[in-house]
């Protein structure tokens, strides 16, 4: 009886391996002829040795040491917590911001309150006002105009007058005034925090002053031996008079 049971468990084990490999499966050792030729000794190693293989595996997988997210742990035996706090007087990498000015545009000033200053945080070079005047002429003229007298195209087309950077109250302001509604934002003016980093904001600053006295520039303040050419002039040049003509006082 005993042999008519191995026998039909082999023909069977066969047959299950040709089925698989017929419909492209790899066949499972277990059911592999060879696997069920072994004698009963070596078929009790490999059956302890892969027994002991999986216990083996799943136990460390399991009890490997780590914490996981929201639950105590027994390793910090003062509080138990599993999620540290930051230590005390540590700052991320990236966000030390020891010079609160270039970071903010304000100070602190004597009566407590915050103030802004008429000056900017590092020298002012061709290079930052040629970058102000790129991040300027993205972000700034579709409200502010070429030239920042508040006439851009969207206000144009319906949206709230934005600021005349050449009427005595923006001229009055002092520069870091610019820089702080640019990282803050004022009544219909969004922030521009996430499309300008701090140095861009205060070279945008710093290409303003340079619109401002552009448009209110005297013969004389021109160092001698440059020839300036006015914005009707470059116009006509370039083949379209009419362009500067909104922007002409």
């Given at each position: 009886m005993?042999k008519?049971?191995?026998?039909?468990s082999?023909?069977h084990s066969?047959f299950?391996?040709?089925?698989?490999?017929?419909?492209?499966?790899a066949p499972?050792?277990?059911l592999?002829p060879s696997f069920?030729r072994m004698?009963?000794k070596s078929?009790a190693?490999?059956?302890?040795s892969?027994m002991?293989?999986?216990a083996?595996?799943?136990q460390?997988?399991?009890?490997?040491?780590k914490?996981?997210?929201q639950?105590g742990?027994?390793?910090?035996?003062a509080?138990?917590r599993?999620?540290?706090?930051?230590?005390?007087?540590?700052v991320?990498?990236?966000?030390l911001h020891?010079n609160?000015?270039f970071?903010?545009?304000?100070?602190?000033?004597?009566n407590g309150y915050?103030e802004e200053?008429?000056e900017?945080p590092?020298?002012?070079?061709m290079?930052v006002?040629?970058?102000?005047q790129?991040?300027f002429?993205?972000?700034?003229?579709?409200?502010?105009?070429?030239v920042g007298?508040?006439l851009?195209?969207?206000?144009?087309?319906g949206?709230?007058?934005?600021?005349?950077?050449?009427?005595?109250?923006?001229?009055s302001q002092p520069?870091?005034?610019y820089f702080y509604v640019m990282t803050?934002?004022?009544?219909a003016?969004?922030?521009?925090s996430?499309?300008l980093?701090?140095?861009d904001?205060?070279?945008v600053a710093a290409?303003?002053?340079?619109?401002q006295?552009?448009?209110a520039a005297?013969?004389?303040?021109?160092?001698?031996?440059?020839?300036?050419k006015?914005?009707?002039?470059?116009?006509a040049?370039s083949?379209d008079p009419?362009?500067?003509q909104?922007w002409?006082?």
């Amino acid at each position: 009886m005993r042999k008519q049971l191995s026998a039909l468990s082999f023909q069977h084990s066969a047959f299950r391996s040709r089925r698989a490999a017929a419909v492209g499966f790899a066949p499972c050792p277990i059911l592999s002829p060879s696997f069920w030729r072994m004698d009963g000794k070596s078929l009790a190693v490999a059956c302890m040795s892969a027994m002991l293989l999986i216990a083996g595996c799943r136990q460390d997988m399991q009890d490997q040491p780590k914490i996981r997210s929201q639950r105590g742990s027994e390793f910090f035996t003062a509080d138990h917590r599993g999620a540290r706090p930051q230590a005390v007087n540590t700052v991320a990498r990236g966000q030390l911001h020891e010079n609160s000015y270039f970071y903010t545009g304000v100070v602190q000033a004597a009566n407590g309150y915050r103030e802004e200053k008429d000056e900017m945080p590092f020298p002012v070079t061709m290079d930052v006002l040629k970058r102000g005047q790129e991040r300027f002429n993205i972000y700034c003229t579709p409200c502010h105009s070429r030239v920042g007298n508040g006439l851009g195209e969207i206000v144009q087309r319906g949206y709230k007058p934005a600021a005349n950077y050449h009427d005595q109250v923006r001229l009055s302001q002092p520069i870091s005034h610019y820089f702080y509604v640019m990282t803050n934002g004022y009544n219909a003016m969004p922030d521009y925090s996430a499309q300008l980093a701090p140095e861009d904001r205060w070279a945008v600053a710093a290409y303003i002053r340079a619109l401002q006295l552009s448009q209110a520039a005297r013969p004389e303040d021109v160092p001698k031996g440059v020839q300036v050419k006015s914005l009707k002039e470059i116009a006509a040049q370039s083949g379209d008079p009419q362009f500067a003509q909104p922007w002409m006082h």
